[in-house]
């Protein structure tokens, strides 16, 4: 659609409101050539997504997964011996916006110790401490829960791949809510089959839709679901909200109020 948009000759594109977080699929370098705007609406699945998360985790970590799969088969097995306790917990968020600080609240409230990783390791909210992305550190690479909430960018694209994980060492539970192509899927696979990560929780893959013949929807240690964390039944209104904060200033004068995307840094 933009490529039609751009070649035509009387083009006056000056704003686009993305109705996502992330820009990745974008153009941004064409877009920032033609001085054309890009917002998002960063912020509006920090809930969501957040609550999904733990989801995850408690279903992993407090058997409720297995439970599940063995009420399909009227199989009663009080197995307790493998589950645990969220407290006392190390839980690394890499990413430390929106979704990764309400992960890193609802974390604290469980009583998890929680470690943000970012760009520089600069402070952020929610955190106990924070690390930089190429400098980690014991405290990120023992962790018991890793959650990646990063945007897509040449930076994070195939960050967790062999090479992270074989530095892993709590075999921890990995959950991947931000963008597929921050995973090395095979990379992955291979880590939960050699032990490095004991489980994963993924709201989103690369490729997606999951191909039908991965491994991955045959792990009983993997809990898949389609990109759908960050949806709720107020999507649209909230969308519409930031939208039309935006187009008032616009109007106005031509800058953005909310969520104006660095097209250098991709979010």
Known sequence: MLERIFSLPSSNLKWIQAFSAGVDYYPLEQLAKRKILLSNVSGIHAEPIAETVF?????????????????????????????????DKK???FGTGHIGTRVAELGRAFKMETIGVNHSGHP?????RTEAINELGPAVLNADVIVDTLPLTRKTRSLFDSVFFVKLTAAPLF???????????????????DGQVDAA????????PLPSDSPLWHMKNVTITPHVSGLYQEYVRDVVHIFKENLCQYK??????????????GY
Not at 124 to 128: I, K, L, P, V, Y
Not at 175 to 193: F, H, M, W, Y
Not at 253 to 261: A, S
């Open 55 to 87: 989801g995850l985790i408690l279903g992993q970590l407090r058997g409720i997964k297995t439970a599940v799969e063995n009420q399909q088969h009227s199989s009663w097995k009080p197995d307790s011996s493998h589950y645990t306790v969220l407290s």
């Open 91 to 93: 839980l690394a968020v």
């Open 124 to 128: 952020a909210t929610g955190f106990e």
């Open 175 to 193: 959950i991947s809510i931000g963008r597929g192509p921050s995973v090395v899927t095979e990379d992955l696979i291979k880590a939960l089959n």
């Open 201 to 208: 929780g993924l709201d989103v893959t690369d490729p997606e």
């Open 252 to 265: 106005k004068d031509g800058t953005l109020t909310r969520n104006e995307v660095d097209m250098k840094k």
